[in-house]
């Protein structure tokens, strides 16, 4: 499954229960590929279906991930798709290791880039956390 693909897939699958669904969980909706397998179908209970459109830039990795079956909307919630995101960060690390193993030369410039990643990350979790006042009475 092409990486930049199945990332947009994921994203696209975090957005669609609210898109579906925007006010609640009613009746279970399905989601197949169209028969030309270029668009995907949103099948509800009563076997009535819209089309749902996907970038084509995603559309692989739905291509892939739905071959001939259908996969329930609620699936796409983010205890269920803690896996797919999971397989996805392990993909992404072993390219990350791939790319650098074959190209030396860019190793040093890829660490440096990612210790830049990290320390935002680090600040801005800080940030956040600073922001917010904590909720602990104090004893009387």
């Known amino acids: 499954m092409p990486l930049k693909a199945a990332m947009l897939m994921l994203a696209e699958m975090l957005r669609a229960p609210l898109q579906v669904y925007p006010f609640g969980f009613k009746g279970d909706k399905w989601f197949s590929l169209s028969q030309d397998k270029s668009d995907l179908l949103l099948v509800d209970e009563n076997g009535s279906s819209s089309h749902y459109h996907v970038p084509e830039k995603s559309l692989p990795a739905w291509k892939i991930f739905l071959d001939t079956k259908h996969v329930s909307v609620t699936q796409f919630t983010g205890p269920q798709l803690r896996w797919f995101a999971e397989d996805l960060r392990l993909h992404l690390a072993d390219a990350s290791h791939e790319l650098v193993s074959s190209h030396p030369e860019i190793g040093e410039k890829y660490l ?25 009475k104090k004893p009387r």
């Open 112 to 136: 440096e880039i990612r210790s830049d990643i990290f320390k935002e990350i680090q600040a801005s979790t800080a940030r956040r956390s600073d922001s917010v006042a904590p909720i602990i």
